[in-house]
T-cell receptor, first 116, second 112 residues
């Protein structure tokens, strides 16, 4: 079946503008995650949605970052008033979370954000 | 807070040699430890994972070991091939679908 998809694949914006990044998880996956990967670095957790539970926002770096998810489908990550340090690849992942199973996460191709 | 340390940051081996990458985690509640391979410009792909109820797992040329007492786990790749060249990330998470905490990555280069 289809994997995790993200759009756009690339986004160039000017400092101070708002951007919206989209993630379509694998159908039926209840959990959705956003990570950020700066050039040459590891993945930093941003936010996690699981079903109807309150999202885990503990990784969001500032109040300029927010995310929404509609039910168990699409999610959007919004960055307001972008700064140059926001330049990175933003990766989305999804997983099927069930009792007594584990957390294999499948990643999308990412959105490369460049803030000029 | 939660942290995963990964070493080495770069590793260069000759084709056919073995490669070992080590990670240490801080949160003793972690019970799931995946390894991802990321080729240049591509998405991370899961290559192997281990749960806390086992100490070792093998899949062809790759194996992972886990020492819960010491809170460290390792990836072993035997008979390395040039196509193994990539960045490898370890990660740790707690039960029930929690976030993954990633190490900083190891850039593996396999020279023919």
């Amino acid at each position: 079946g289809a994997g995790v998809s993200q759009s756009p694949s690339n986004k160039v914006t000017e400092k101070g503008k708002d951007v919206e990044l989209r993630c379509d998880p694998i159908s039926g996956h209840t959990a959705l995650y956003w990570y950020r990967q700066r050039l040459g670095q590891g993945l930093e957790f941003l936010i996690y949605f699981q079903g109807n539970s309150a999202p885990d926002k503990s990784g969001l770096p500032s109040d300029r970052f927010s995310a929404e998810r509609t039910g168990e489908s699409v999610s959007t990550l919004t960055i307001q008033r972008t700064q140059q340090e926001d330049s990175a690849v933003y990766l989305c992942a999804s997983s099927l979370v069930r009792l007594l199973t584990y957390n294999e996460q499948f990643f999308g191709p990412g959105t490369r954000l460049t803030v000029l | 807070g939660e942290n995963v340390e990964q070493h080495p940051s770069t590793l260069s081996v000759q084709e056919g040699d073995s490669a070992v990458i080590k990670c240490t985690y801080s949160d003793s509640a972690s019970n799931y430890f995946p390894w991802y391979k990321q080729e240049l410009g591509k998405r991370p792909q899961l290559i192997i994972d281990i749960r806390s109820n086992v100490g070792e797992k093998k899949d062809q040329r790759i194996a992972v070991t886990l020492n819960k007492t010491a809170k460290h786990f390792s990836l072993h790749i035997t008979e390395t091939q040039p196509e193994d060249s990539a960045v490898y990330f370890c990660a740790a998470s707690k039960p029930w679908g929690g976030k993954l905490i990633f190490g900083q990555g190891t850039e593996l280069s396999v020279k023919p």
